[in-house]
C-alpha cells in the first residue's frame, strides 16, 4: 500500500484538511500573543484557551448527535463555517468578556471537526489503507501548521511596518489566514463520500457495554497526554516570543520549522510501524520526546530550542496517526463515533484544566515551570500506554483482525 494508492475521496479531503489546518495554526500560535498585547496577564491568556477547550469538550456529544443526524459532510461544512468566522470575529473585540464568548463559539465548530473526522475518514478508507489515510492526514494538518505559523508571522511583522507592532498587526494577519477555513468548505461540498451507514443511538446496555477497562484506560491515557500538552503547547507562541526576546517572524519560523519534522515524521509512521510494530513506535517516540522537552523548557540558546522544537514535534507526534487508527480499532463499529467523541472530550477537557494550570504557572512562577509536570505527566502516560498494549507488541499492525483483551 502506498499514499498514492489512496481512494480519490480520502485525496479529496485532504485539500480541505490543509484549509482549515491553517486557520487552526495561525489561532493556536499567535492567539496568546495577541491577547498578551492587548495587555492582558498569562493567567487570562491560559483563560481564554481553557475555556476555548472546554467548549471543545461540552460539545463533543451534541456534535455525534448532530452528525448521526445530518451526515459527517454537512457537520464538517457546519464546523468550517463556524472557525472561519469565529476565529475572526475573536480579534475584532478586544473586551475580554466577548473574546470568552466568541472562544466557546470557536470550541464548538471545532468539536465538529475534531468529533467527525477520525470517523469519516475510517469509514471512507479500506482495512488496508486506514493507516496511509490517517497519516497522510495528519502529515497535511501539520503541514498547514507549517504553512500557516509561518505566513502568520510574516504577516504580522509585514502589517507592524504599516500600524505599528503590537495586537493591530497580529489581528490584520490572523484575519487573513483564518479565511482559508471558509475557502475550504467549497472542495468539501463538491465531495461525494460514500453513504453513511444509518447510526441509531445506543441503547443503555450498549452506552455502558463502552466502558470496558481498556477503553478507560486507554481514555485516562489520553487525558494524561492532554494534561501535560495543555501546559505548555498552547504557550509554544508566548513563551518564545518574550522568554526568547524574538519577533513574531522568528516565532513563526521556529513553529513552523517544528511542524516540518512531524510532516516528515508522520509520513514515515506507516512504514515504521510495519518494521518494528505500531505500539513500539508509539512508546519509543513518547518516551525520546521526553529529553527535548527539557531541552526546550531549560532553553541554551535559539538554536538549540529551535531544534529541540523540531525533534520533539517530530517524536511526539507523529504517533498519532496510529494511535487515531487503534482507537477506533479496539472497539465494535457501533462504539466508533462514542470513542471519537470520548477522545475528544477528554482530550479537549484535559488540555483546558492543562493550559488553566500552566497560565497560572508561567504568571507566578516562571515560564519554564509547566514543562516540569509536563515531562512527568508524558512518562506516566507512555508508561500506562506501555501496559495496556504490552502483549500486543508482537503484532505489528493494530488494523489486524487479532482480537485486543478489553
Known sequence: MSYLKLNPIIKKFILVVFLYGLTSSSFNGFFGIYVVELGYPESLVGTVLSLRRFSVALFTFLIAFIAGKIGHKRTLIMGLVTVGLSSIAIVLV???????????IFGFGQAAMLTVEAPFIYNQ???EERVHAFSLTF???????MTGSLLTGLLADYFAEYVGAGPLSLRYAIIIISLTSLVAIIPLALLKPKPQSKSKPLSAKEFRGFFTKLNVSFLFYTGLIGLGAGMVVPFFGVYLKYMLETTDSIVGLILSFSQMGTVVGSL???????RIGSYKTIVMTQILSIPLLIAIGFPQGLIIV???FFLRSS???MGQPLIRNISMHIVSEQHRPLMASMRAMINNLTRGVGIFIGGGLMENFTYNTPYLFTILLYAIGTLIFYRLFRNQFSSDDPASTKKIPT
Open 306 to 308: 529551535a531544534v529541540a
Open 139 to 145: 502529515a497535511t494538518r501539520n503541514a498547514a501548521f
Open 315 to 317: 517524536l511526539m507526534n
Open 268 to 274: 514515515s509512521v506507516p512504514l515504521i510501524g510495519k
Open 125 to 127: 478508507a479500506g482495512q
Open 94 to 104: 478586544e473586551d475580554i468578556s466577548m473574546i470568552m464568548m466568541i472562544a466557546v
